[in-house]
Structures are given as C-alpha cells and as structure tokens.
Antibody
Framework: QLQLQESGPGLVKPSETLSLTCTVSGGSISGSTYYWGWIRQPPGKGLEWIGSIYYSGSTYYTPSLKSRVTISVDTSKNQFSLRLSSVTATDTAVYYC????????????WGLGTLVTVSS | QSALTQPASVSGSPGQSITISCTGTSSDVGSYNLVSWYQQHPGKAPKLIIYEGSRRPSGVSNRFSGSKSGNSASLTISGLQAEDEADYHCCSYAGSSTLVFGGGTKLTVL
C-alpha cells in the first residue's frame, strides 16, 4: 500500500523559504511510470498544482510560481522535496505531496497534507 | 494558465442526480482527454473518482460518471446519497507536463 507523508515546519515567517519533504513508503520513487508532485490548497479555496518531478530529476512548475519554486528528489531516501522562497501570507495553505502516473494528467495517490502558515 | 471554472456550489436531494460543470480553454480541457475529478471530504485529502474524462478507478461507485464536450467537462452523480456531500474538484492536463485545477464545487445533499 503506497503511502506519502509530508513533513516540515508548520510556521514560516514572511520573506523566508518554505521547505517540505515527502517520504514515500510502499513503493519506489525511482520507477519510470510516475511523476511526484506538490499541490496546495489555501484555507477555504480550491486546489493549485505547484509542480512535479520525475525520478531522473526533470521538473515542471506552474508558471505563476516558477520563479520561487524548486522541487528536488532523493532516490536514496525515497523522498522528494519542495522549496518555496520569499513567502507571503498568500502562501498559507495545506500542502499535499502526490503521485501522478507518467504522462497522465491526474493524481492517483495523495499524502494527508500539512498546513503551513506564513506569519511573523 | 488560468484556473478552470466550476460553480461554487450545487445541491440535490437524496436519490436525485446532479451535474457539476468544469470549463477550461482550448489549451487545456479542449486539447486533451485528460480531465480528472476528485472528491474531498472536510479535513481530508482529495480522492480520485474520474480520470481520462470518464474512467473510474477501481472501487469508485458507478453512480459517478464524467463526460467532456469542447472546452468543458462535467461530473454527474446519480442516486445522490448523504455520503456524497463533499467538495468536488476538476483538473486538466495543460500540456508540457503541467496541470490546472478548478476552484472546487461544494455539493450539499438536502
């Protein structure tokens, strides 16, 4: 049974960098049949795809966040990570890590999500 | 890349059918048969209920169905049940390995 678990600080100060890690268990992150991604949901709002990474390290980001986002993968730890720089209050959201079948356009497995609040 | 457009809310009585629309553009919904739908109960992670426009993952009730026409997609839930009360989100592939979501629709079962 595949499980994804987000971890990282729940509170980040404005202008600092948000960093989250997703640990994958029950499956290998190195498989060629999946992307691994981050999706967020501001309180009371809809979902926003942030970006995805392939095990090889190829990355894809949503245009509106591209200048501030870095997604990386550590196959030795079966983890992938999100860094979002220069955060403001509008980056306050529940952040989900997720698995996306390769070349599919959908998410077939989600983490439980972690709330990150941007506040001084 | 703009968010897909969904109604903020829909409602229906038990046993009825409801349809939730999802409108995109010729760059996303209209170009690919890769619309997906997710059900999200309060405080929970979303769950995939429709992919590739109309296919259901194993274990998802056949009361859920999806369709697409032009730049719009729809999710229909038939035989509404109390447990269907949730938020529903559409998503489309938008090319170059990118995705775009809708704003979400709150379904109330009366």
């Amino acid at each position: 049974q595949l499980q994804l678990q987000e971890s990282g600080p729940g509170l980040v100060k404005p202008s600092e960098t948000l960093s989250l890690t997703c640990t994958v268990s029950g499956g290998s992150i190195s498989g060629s049949t999946y992307y691994w991604g981050w999706i967020r949901q501001p309180p009371g709002k809809g979902l926003e795809w942030i970006g995805s990474i392939y095990y090889s390290g190829s990355t894809y980001y949503t245009p509106s966040l591209k200048s501030r986002v870095t997604i990386s993968v550590d196959t030795s730890k079966n983890q992938f990570s999100l860094r979002l720089s220069s955060v403001t209050a509008t980056d306050t959201a529940v952040y989900y890590c997720a698995r996306l079948p390769y070349s599919s356009g959908w998410v077939d497995s989600w983490g439980l999500g972690t709330l990150v609040t941007v506040s001084s | 890349q703009s968010a897909l457009t969904q109604p903020a809310s829909v409602s229906g009585s038990p046993g009825q059918s409801i349809t939730i629309s999802c409108t995109g553009t010729s760059s996303d919904v209209g170009s690919y048969n890769l619309v997906s739908w997710y059900q999200q109960h309060p405080g929970k992670a979303p769950k995939l209920i429709i992919y590739e426009g109309s296919r259901r993952p194993s274990g998802v009730s056949n009361r859920f169905s999806g369709s697409k026409s032009g730049n719009s997609a729809s999710l229909t839930i038939s035989g509404l049940q109390a447990e269907d009360e949730a938020d529903y989100h559409c998503c489309s592939y938008a090319g170059s390995s990118t995705l775009v979501f809708g704003g979400g629709t709150k379904l109330t079962v009366l």
